[in-house]
């Protein structure tokens, strides 16, 4: 049967057919990253390119990206924006990757966008990202947003979310990570994501590192886009559960958030973020300081933002974070020293299309390991990850499953125990009570 003729009529068909028609990055790798922009401006050309009829800010990075989304997302939202959010990947549910006022994209848009879109792909054959980029830009401009989040998929240059002219962007963290892709040095990555700056549009870059500062403020000169480096607007460092922010001019406390269970990684995303909300209320945006800081310390709550430092119970302490490349592990193991427990149990799964030498080193050796693989292509093999992390010094068991890892390691930890879970977003996708 040609895709003309098919009709869907359940979102589980719509799932079924995307994941086994399309390529999907996440899940395969390299067959499914696709180097132009050509089939994404095809498939919106062909939906009257929605991409133009409503306001964005962009947002990449290597880490720190879909946090800093989310946190813009719920400002925006509690100062009365009707606001779109495009991320990914998603944990447990497709829909979470497109968002109107921190609500998943209703199942039946997602029928109704598929019976719409079918023959588009028949003729263009887009990438899975391709084509959810496409998905989430017609549903914000049918719901006639406000404004959209946009997160960048990977990269910034090259990727499909690359096709929007916003009112912001915004450059989080950059560390290594995807380097067959986006270069092996720090410089050639961070040159990948400033190609998300544009011509005469503000960009903000959350983190100074100075060995990468250059490459954006020669990008930045190039396009003539006024640039901020959030350091220079803001510094921020935790007392306890409260986040202090400061203005570096003259020390003045300018926001104190109270976070109880954010990362430490939140002391460079948040600058980043109130620099961006600068810039938008000088582009005629009204959000006032008690939304910023009802949207920050409400974010989980109003986005559904899932998988940062997410506490999943407690006796013992159970917690997961997606957090998979160097900088982020090394957030991940600065904040496990901050916790108080017995023993550490850390369940633990990575791809198989990384070097992971660097991340394995850094780990905590004290713990005690359970090794596991996602249920995805992309896995490394949990024998394979046992092996190499015999290297590094560390010390556990191999338990392929993640679901009988996850059970092992709470059968065998203390109620003052602390367990976690991690090393790959596909890892804590498969957590049952995410």
């Given at each position: 049967m040609s895709s003309q003729l098919i009709k869907f009529k359940t979102y589980q068909e719509v799932l079924d057919y995307l994941y086994v028609q399309l390529p999907m990055f996440q899940k395969v790798g390299a067959s499914a990253y696709k180097k132009d922009l050509d089939n994404t401006l095809k498939l919106l050309a062909a939906l009257g390119n929605p991409e133009t009829k409503f306001k964005t800010i962009h947002v990449a990075g290597t880490n720190g990206k879909g946090s800093s989304s989310h946190y813009l997302s719920a400002i925006l939202q509690e100062a009365g924006y009707k606001t779109g959010l495009y991320t990914s990947p998603h944990l447990k549910n497709f829909t979470e990757r497109i968002k109107l006022n921190g609500i998943e994209m209703p199942q039946n848009e997602v029928v109704d966008f598929m019976n719409r879109a079918l023959p588009l792909l028949a003729e263009i054959k887009p990438s899975f990202f391709e084509f959810t980029v496409a998905m989430a830009f017609d549903y914000f401009a049918q719901k006639e947003v406000d404004i959209a989040v946009i997160e960048v998929g990977m990269g910034g240059r090259l990727d499909s979310t690359n096709v929007i002219q916003p009112e912001v962007s915004l450059i989080t963290n950059i560390s290594f990570d995807h380097q067959q892709w986006l270069g092996s040095t720090l410089a050639e990555i961070a040159g990948e994501k400033a190609g998300i700056i544009k011509k005469d549009t503000p960009v903000v870059v959350s983190e100074?590192?100075?060995?990468?500062?250059?490459?954006?403020?020669?990008?930045?000169?190039?396009?003539?886009?006024?640039?901020?480096?959030?350091?220079d607007c803001y510094t921020s460092a935790f007392d306890g559960d409260n986040l202090m922010v400061k203005s570096p001019n003259d020390n003045s406390l300018a926001y104190s958030f109270h976070l109880p269970q954010a990362g430490l990684y939140q002391t460079k995303n948040i600058p980043g973020v109130l620099t961006v909300v600068d810039a938008l209320k000088k582009r005629g945006f009204s959000i006032n300081d008690q939304q910023v800081k009802t949207g920050i310390e409400q974010m989980k709550k109003l986005t559904g933002l899932k998988g940062r430092w997410q506490i999943l119970s407690y006796e013992p302490l159970t917690i997961c974070d997606v957090g998979h490349n160097e900088a982020g592990i090394k957030f991940i193991v600065d904040q496990l020293s901050r916790e108080q427990y017995g023993k550490l149990h850390m369940v633990w799964g990575t791809v198989n299309d990384k070097d992971i030498s660097k991340v394995l080193e850094m780990l905590p050796k004290e713990a005690d390991y359970y090794f596991c693989k996602a249920e995805i292509p992309r896995a490394l093999d949990a024998k394979e990850l046992g092996i190499q992390a015999a290297k590094h010094g560390l010390?556990?068991?191999?338990?392929?499953?993640?679901?009988e890892a996850i059970s092992m390691a709470r059968r065998n930890a203390a109620k003052n125990d602390l367990i976690f879970i991690g090393g790959s977003t596909f890892v804590v996708a498969e957590i049952d009570n995410l």
């Open positions: 100074k590192q100075e060995s990468i500062t250059r490459v954006f403020e020669d990008k930045a000169a190039q396009m003539k886009a006024p640039l901020s480096l959030a350091a010390k556990g068991q191999v338990v392929p499953k993640v679901s």
